[in-house]
Structure formats: structure tokens, C-alpha cells
């Protein structure tokens, strides 16, 4: 990629670029995702993501908070406080850590609900992968992944901003990949590695 007059041109076939993939050619441009001008419009994209970041870290906090919202609640209904003018407090005490557990539970049950959506009602497409942008999420320190995804859509072509829930960068620029798609709900189809032995 040269920077000629202030605009990047494509390194293959030296035409002017503003995107991921070079709309001439059709090779890799290098540029980065949050550079590129959004050549298309954007559609809302609800993801189906079924994976350890996704489904199992928020049922650990759901749990883990769950049980301390239920542990003061079980004490005041047993009636073994030392203290049974402190039942008020206990219960107080126990309203945080339910509101955190029923959010850690909705975060883990949506992309679950999605994802049988999906199998039940969802359609195969092709989407083709422009690049990938870092996410507002932070796992062990590292951002998150969203990859950029062109499809064809019912009204023409639209990017969709997948978020993959994990820190990997799992497919390369300019490849195809499959998606299936139910109204707003996206989820990438995992490839299934074949060996002929």
C-alpha cells in the first residue's frame, strides 16, 4: 500500500482504496478496519456466539453472585441470625448480588436462545470477511474481536460488525465464510476439519 498525494493506493493495482479489499482487484489492501470508510450501510447485528467467554464466565458470576444474594436471604427465612432485628439488613445486603447474578444469567441464556433460533428458523448466506476491529471488552487484557462482514442482503449489500467473544482472529481477509441468519440474529458457521487419510 503507497501513499500517493495524501491517498492510499493498493499495492496490486495501484488504485486509489478506502476499504479492507481493493473494489479493482479484489486483493487485501492492509488498511485498517478503523480507518476504512463504510462503503455500505450497517445492520444491527445480535450474534449467537456459543463459547467459554460467552456462555460459561457469565454462569460463573451468575452462580458465584447467586449465592451470595441467596445465603442472607435463606438466613433471614430460617430464622438463624443471632440478631432477627438485623433481617432487614440481610436482605439489603442481598439485593446487589441478585441484580448482579440475574444480569450475569440473561448475558449467558441470550446467545443460547439465539443460537436455537438460528438452528430452527435461520437461512445460510455468504458473507465475505473486509477486517477486524478491537471490541470495548478486555479479555485477559486484550481486546476483544469484531470482524467486518460484507453480505448480500434482501435490499443490497450491508456490513454486519460481528463481535466473536474471543481475542483471535480466526479468518483471513478476503475469505468466505458462512453465516446463518434469522432476522437481526448473525452466527458464523464453524467448519468442521475433514481429513482424507
Known amino acids: 500500500m503507497k501513499n500517493i498525494d495524501g491517498g ?7 488504485a486509489p482504496i478506502r476499504s479492507e479489499i481493493c473494489p479493482y482487484c479484489g486483493s487485501p489492501t492492509g488498511l485498517d478496519t478503523n480507518q ?3 462503503e455500505y450501510p450497517t445492520l444491527e447485528c445480535k450474534e449467537a456466539n456459543i463459547g467459554f467467554w460467552t ?3 457469565p454462569l460463573i458470576f451468575g452462580f458465584g453472585f ?10 433471614v427465612l430460617t430464622g438463624t441470625a443471632e440478631d432477627p432485628s438485623q433481617n432487614g439488613l440481610f436482605i439489603l445486603f442481598a439485593l446487589p448480588f441478585l441484580a448482579i447474578s440475574i444480569g450475569a444469567f440473561v ?3 441470550r446467545p443460547i436462545i439465539r443460537y436455537i433460533k438460528l438452528n430452527r428458523h435461520g437461512k445460510r448466506i455468504e458473507a465475505v470477511v473486509y477486517g477486524y476491529a478491537d471490541d470495548n471488552v478486555l479479555m485477559n487484557g486484550r481486546p476483544a474481536q469484531v470482524v467486518k462482514l460484507l453480505v448480500e442482503s434482501p435490499v443490497g449489500k450491508r456490513f454486519i460488525m460481528y463481535q466473536l467473544g474471543s481475542t483471535e482472529q480466526p479468518y483471513g481477509i478476503n475469505t468466505t465464510v458462512g453465516v446463518i ?4 440474529m448473525f452466527m458464523i458457521e464453524k467448519k468442521k476439519e475433514e481429513l482424507n487419510w
Not at 492510499?8 to 495501484?14: E, I, S, V, Y
Not at 447467586?66 to 438466613?75: D, K, T, W
Not at 441468519?181 to 437481526?184: A, F, K, L, Q
Open 107 to 109: 448475558i449467558a441464556i
Open 66 to 75: 447467586g449465592f451470595g444474594g441467596i445465603l442472607p436471604i435463606v438466613i
Open 8 to 14: 492510499m493506493t493498493c499495492k496490486n493495482c495501484g
Open 55 to 57: 456462555i460459561v464466565f
Open 36 to 38: 476504512a470508510n463504510m
Open 181 to 184: 441468519v434469522y432476522r437481526n
